[in-house]
């Protein structure tokens, strides 16, 4: 999901958790997404959040998704985003097992998991320059530092970051360089 969520709350969504977003007119009935069933601290109900639409590309998927195929299904009265072709709502191991089976046919490596494309929407968006803090809310995370985990940015980005982290020090005195 280009959202970064977990399977759990893939699978627990429902059609009717998709909203506007003010921020992202633009991504229509696409722009936010209500996760209701957030991963739980021991003992507690799952957390909810709001997770906005960053993707455009995410989005046009859903929706061709929503509008498009899951019509073919034949359940327009079931709430859930991802039906199964018997009506059911799909659950996280099925997730799994479509992913493995595409993954084999594209050969692409074993080590590619679904939980890989949730690390991968975090270093994306990191190296796109978004705020840490949004990039948490959106995954879910209470701790930042549990985020930092999920980033694998490139050696190139590294790189950019480091000139533009040292560049105020090389500066002549009085001398500021325009951006």
């Not at 034949?74 to 072709?85: K, N, R």
């Amino acid at each position: 999901m280009g959202g970064g969520l977990r399977r759990t709350e893939t699978s627990k969504l429902d059609l009717a958790d998709w909203g506007r977003n003010a921020s992202a007119p633009e991504f229509g009935k696409y722009g936010m997404l209500h996760v209701r069933y957030g991963k739980a601290k021991r003992g507690q109900p799952p957390r909810r959040r709001n997770v906005a639409s960053v993707m455009g590309w995410a989005v046009d998927a859903v929706a061709d998704y929503a509008e498009n195929v899951r019509p073919k299904f034949g359940f327009d009265d079931h709430p859930a985003l991802w039906v199964t072709e018997r009506g059911g709502r799909i659950k996280p191991a099925e997730i799994n097992a479509r992913f493995e089976s595409y993954r084999e046919a594209l050969r692409l490596p074993a080590a590619l998991s679904p939980h890989s494309l949730r690390h991968s929407y975090v270093t994306h968006l990191t190296e796109d320059g978004v705020d840490r803090r949004f990039i948490q809310v959106q995954v879910g995370h209470e701790c930042d530092s549990s985020t930092a985990i999920y980033t694998h940015v490139s050696d190139d980005f590294m790189s950019t970051a480091l000139r533009k982290a040292l560049a105020p020090a090389f500066e002549e005195p009085g001398r500021r360089k325009e951006q």
